[in-house]
């Protein structure tokens, strides 16, 4: 069983910085790719950022050089470090969770909800 709980969303104004967590109920957390998405209004869902067990990172193209993903291992957390924030970034951002080949675990969301 997976759950994952997103923490850190709010009001930020354009420009401002916001860093968003993400803990995660999972065994062998360390094994497992997690990443970010986003779902703006009217919009898709996008991804923002992925990280690998061991540390890679890997960006959409339109947020690189300003956010950034991390992990700590010990503690089941992953990050993402919002900064020179934009107005059209207000969306919903979504934690995911996988390994290898298997299912992509997600969280609930609203946590993680960022607004301008």
């Known amino acids: 069983q997976v759950h994952l709980v997103e923490s850190g969303g709010g009001l930020v104004q354009a420009g401002g910085s916001l860093r968003l967590s993400c803990a995660a109920s999972?065994?062998?957390?360390?094994?497992?790719?997690m990443g970010w998405y986003r779902h703006a209004p009217g919009q898709q869902r996008d991804l923002v950022a992925v990280?690998?067990?061991?540390?890679?990172?890997n960006y959409a193209d339109s947020v690189k050089g300003r956010l950034t993903i991390s992990r700590d291992n010990a503690k089941d957390t992953v990050y993402l470090q919002m900064n020179s924030r934009k107005p059209e970034e207000t969306a919903v951002y979504y934690c995911?969770?996988?390994?290898?080949?298997?299912?992509?675990?997600w969280g609930q969301g609203p946590q993680g909800t960022v607004s301008s």
């Open positions: 990280i690998t067990g061991g540390g890679g990172p």
């Open positions: 999972i065994s062998f957390f360390s094994r497992y790719t």
């Open positions: 995911t969770a996988k390994y290898a080949c298997g299912a992509t675990y």
